[in-house]
């Protein structure tokens, strides 16, 4: 299992080859899943924050960049 540090540089340097499984960064940040419908996912932080992800493996770019935003690692 990668570390998150591994996983970060991943979505920075390769963001085409991030598999769903990977968002598990997000668990890291303090987000927890807190809604599932159909294929899409629904984490939300301690402050509200929350980020719809769909499960699809390879993620889009635009999902990956919006975790990165979010993790202020952009």
């Known amino acids: 299992m990668a570390s998150v ?3 970060i540089e991943k979505m920075k340097n390769q ?3 991030v598999r769903f499984n990977e968002a598990k960064v997000l668990n890291h940040f303090g987000y927890i899943l807190v809604r599932k419908k159909g294929s899409h996912r629904h ?5 509200g924050d929350l980020v719809v992800l769909k499960e699809e493996s390879p993620m889009k ?7 990165l935003d979010r993790i202020n690692e952009l």
């Open 61 to 67: 770019i635009s999902y990956i960049e919006d975790i």
């Open 15 to 17: 963001p085409r080859g």
């Open 43 to 47: 984490f939300r932080n301690d402050a």
């Open 5 to 7: 540090e591994k996983i």
